[in-house]
């Protein structure tokens, strides 16, 4: 079936730095979600990119998805402690009864101040 | 977006008991999910929930140990049944908006099986 690779699984920055986390799929996704999930709390939907090369902003992230919709990356600049959480990325999948969301495994993001 | 909220947030029960959790949203919604979380690891998705129709159950769980209501659009209800301490986790309920395909998550309930 339909798996969703994320990488790495944990990163640690100084406040200041920047950082990346990249999502691979087996197949092409219809579409790829970027959630992220505050220690203790639940998964909040930051972006969604449907377009083959799409690249969106949102402040000090950046979001691209891959020409071939297979792959995408998430990556915040000048990193601050507001940004500690996990990030998961999940790729949507349109086939059998019900469209689900198939989960990266997420990175994990410490800053330290 | 929507606001959902879960009831209970969290439980302590025995193993061998079940626990139904609530789980209500301030806007109808065609499509409901339920999913389960281990701390410090990804979403497992347990069932898609359609208001009208049976849930649809992911390889690996099934109904009689994870029963499922849809009686209308703004709300659901997940049992785990006959549980053991391999229950133990976060469960969460989320939506998807008519014309949207983004998730919108509730608080999550934090069950411990002893």
């Known amino acids: 079936g339909q798996q969703v690779m994320q990488i790495p699984q944990y990163q640690h920055v100084q406040e200041g730095e920047d950082f990346t986390t990249y999502c691979n799929s087996s197949?092409?996704?219809?579409?790829i979600q970027w959630y992220k999930q505050r220690p203790g709390g639940h998964p909040v939907f930051l972006i969604q990119?449907?377009?083959s090369g799409e690249v969106k902003k949102q402040k000090r992230l950046t979001f691209q998805f891959g020409e071939a919709k297979k792959n995408s990356s998430l990556h915040i600049t000048a990193t601050q402690t507001t940004d500690v959480g996990t990030y998961f990325c999940a790729g949507l999948d349109v086939g059998g009864n019900n469209r689900k969301l198939i989960w990266g495994l997420g990175t994990s993001l410490a800053v330290n101040p | 977006s929507a606001v959902i909220s879960q009831k209970p947030s969290r439980d302590i029960c025995q193993r061998g008991t079940s626990l139904t959790i609530q789980c209500q949203v301030d806007?109808?919604?065609?499509?409901m999910f339920w999913y389960r979380q281990q701390p410090g690891q990804s979403l497992t998705l347990i069932a898609t929930a359609n208001q009208g129709s049976e849930a649809t159950y992911e390889s690996g769980f099934v109904i009689d140990k994870f029963p499922i209501s849809r009686p209308n659009l703004t709300f659901s209800t997940l049992t785990v049944s006959n549980m053991s301490p391999e229950d133990s986790s976060i469960y969460l309920c989320s939506v998807e908006l008519a014309g949207d395909y983004e998730q919108y998550f509730g608080p999550g309930t934090r069950l411990t099986v002893t």
């Open positions: 990119l449907v377009k």
């Open positions: 197949t092409t996704l219809s579409n």
């Open positions: 806007s109808q919604v065609t499509m």
